[in-house]
T-cell receptor, first 113, second 113 residues
Framework: KAGVTQTPRYLIKTRGQQVTLSCSPI?????VSWYQQTPGQGLQFLFE???????NKGNFPGRFSGRQFSNSRSEMNVSTLELGDSALYLC????????????FGSGTRLTVV | AQSVSQHNHHVILSEAASLELGCNYS??????LFWYVQYPGQHLQLLLK????DPLVKGIKGFEAEFIKSKFSFNLRKPSVQWSDTAEYFC???????????WGAGTKLIIKP
């Protein structure tokens, strides 16, 4: 079955712009989590969605937001981009609320210039 | 607050050497424990996970990990590494009081052929 699909793979944006990243989970997976990965900070949790509800949010400013649709696809949005937002954004999906064997996508590499 | 510590940021071994990567966490309750691997240019993949039962967990590609509750540890082992094991390895922990995974900073493993 298809894996977790993240689009786009690469993105270059200018400071101050906004960006929307997309994640399609594995079919049947209802839980989607987003992470920011940087060389200095490692993997930082952004938020998790289950059945269109945000269940948990990491310690990121309000410029970072997300949502989940009824088909479990998820989007995350970053407004007023800063240079420090340059990172690999990873999406992970899981079958249920209690199963944490997440499957990760390849990520979206965001570069802010 | 929960935290995960991976003591070695870089490990260099020769092929056929034995491997042990340390992972310690701080959380007093019930935990689910994971090791993920990220091969160069690839996405994160689940190596193994511990939810309950036998504290010695076997994963893919000959890896295993032992959960020692009294030491709050979940060290990853492999008796004989191969050049193809060159990758970054992440330990992650989920406590029973929240929904997110807490990640270690990762260990970059380089296997010399």
């Amino acid at each position: 079955k298809a894996g977790v699909t993240q689009t786009p793979r690469y993105l270059i944006k200018t400071r101050g712009q906004q960006v929307t990243l997309s994640c399609s989970p594995i079919s049947g997976h209802r839980s989607v989590s987003w992470y920011q990965q940087t060389p200095g900070q490692g993997l930082q949790f952004l938020f998790e969605y289950f059945s269109e509800t945000q269940r948990n949010k990491g310690n990121f400013p309000g410029r970072f937001s997300g949502r989940q649709f009824s088909n479990s696809r998820s989007e995350m949005n970053v407004s007023t981009l800063e240079l420090g937002d340059s990172a690999l954004y990873l999406c992970a999906s899981s079958q249920s609320a209690s199963n944490y064997g997440y499957t990760f996508g390849s990520g979206t590499r965001l570069t802010v210039v | 607050a929960q935290s995960v510590s991976q003591h070695n940021h870089h490990v260099i071994l020769s092929e056929a050497a034995s491997l042990e990567l340390g992972c310690n966490y701080s959380y007093g309750g019930t935990v689910n424990l994971f090791w993920y691997v990220q091969y160069p240019g690839q996405h994160l993949q689940l190596l193994l996970k511990y939810f309950s039962g036998d504290p010695l967990v076997k994963g893919i590609k000959g890896f295993e990990a032992e959960f020692i509750k009294s030491k709050f540890s979940f060290n990853l082992r492999k008796p004989s590494v191969q050049w193809s094991d060159t990758a970054e390895y992440f330990c992650a922990v989920k406590g029973d009081s929240n929904y997110q995974l807490i990640w270690g900073a990762g260990t970059k493993l380089i296997i010399k052929p």
